[in-house]
DNA sequence: ATCATGATGCAACCACGTTGCAATAGAATT
DNA sequence: AATTCTATTGCAACGTGGTTGCATCATGAT
């Protein structure tokens, strides 16, 4: 029986069976932008995360490429926050799909909180003859209000 | 004496004063660029109008210049939806709260559409002691459903 | 009519994102 | 272990949205 003595040696064996799972080859430019997602609290931007992984001669592009093939599997997850880059982060394992139910983004803070169904009411004018995936609410959530 | 015979010349005396009234000059290129946005229902983007304006000798450093100076004026809205590019609009005279109505983005054409206030209600809880600065649903218009 | 200053056009630049392609390296197969 | 197929990588080059510097022009005040 195998045991996991560092906490480290787990991650990576996760992170590798997570991309295996994904159907996705474990490459080393693979596995470091997940693991630096991994171990980020926030969202993270391309720009940030080139930054750290180009001394490691990783390319921009590679990262690029990456983040999309990870955030297309579902294993990470990409905003877009007000400013106009997408944000990176680890997508959480018991989320929804970006099903039916609001998200609330606040502006401050970039916390992205998902709201219940019954949260916002679509009037059938709003969709005429359109098919609404996702509904985003902005603005400044209590904490930042109170900050 | 001079009368204004045609509507779009009482329409031009209106976007002049406007732009006096925020201490703005009334240049050719900035006429151009708040007609066009007075004139056009939905939210545009700085690229459209440029491809409008150009024809006309118009630069995009112009165009650019003056979408800023206007919305730092307060005369048209700036908003960023989901698409990495701020969107211009005639900011609503009579608007409540920062003008917030909703916005729906098409995810196929990209194309922005204004709804009207009433296409969305929060209930109290969407908002638990946040304030919503922006609504907008993404989703697949109805031309692109049928296309 | 003059003139100070705001506005324009042009060129050049930056950041973010994207694409094409030859070289490389997973991993499946023998 | 060697072979083979193909996903992935690195590089270079491009595209778009946005920004800046600067010489020139024209609005509006005098």
């Given at each position: 029986m195998?045991?996991?003595?560092?906490?480290?040696?787990?991650?990576?064996a996760?992170?590798?069976s997570?991309?295996?799972g994904?159907?996705?080859?474990?490459?080393?430019?693979?596995?470091?932008?997940?693991?630096?997602?991994?171990?980020?609290?926030?969202?993270?931007?391309?720009?940030?995360?080139?930054?750290?992984?180009?001394?490691?001669?990783?390319d921009?592009?590679?990262?690029?490429?990456?983040?999309?093939?990870?955030s297309?599997?579902?294993?990470?997850?990409?905003?877009?926050?007000?400013?106009?880059?997408?944000?990176?982060e680890?997508?959480?394992?018991?989320?929804h799909?970006a099903?039916?139910?609001?998200h609330?983004?606040?502006?401050?803070?970039?916390?992205?909180?998902?709201?219940p169904?019954?949260?916002?009411?679509?009037?059938?004018?709003?969709?005429?003859?359109?098919?609404?995936?996702?509904?985003?609410?902005?603005?400044?959530?209590?904490?930042?209000?109170?900050?």
């Amino acid at each position: 029986m195998k045991r996991a003595s560092k906490p480290s040696e787990i991650d990576e064996a996760q992170l590798a069976s997570a991309l295996r799972g994904a159907h996705l080859r474990v490459t080393l430019p693979r596995l470091a932008v997940l693991r630096e997602l991994w171990r980020t609290a926030g969202a993270v931007s391309h720009a940030d995360l080139t930054g750290r992984l180009s001394p490691h001669g990783i390319d921009r592009v590679t990262v690029w490429r990456n983040l999309m093939a990870l955030s297309e599997a579902g294993l990470v997850a990409r905003t877009d926050l007000g400013d106009h880059t997408w944000r990176f982060e680890r997508a959480d394992p018991n989320a929804h799909a970006a099903d039916a139910h609001p998200h609330f983004v606040c502006v401050d803070c970039r916390k992205v909180t998902c709201l219940p169904d019954d949260a916002v009411f679509l009037s059938s004018a709003a969709a005429r003859g359109a098919i609404v995936l996702e509904v985003q609410l902005k603005g400044r959530c209590g904490a930042c209000l109170t900050r």
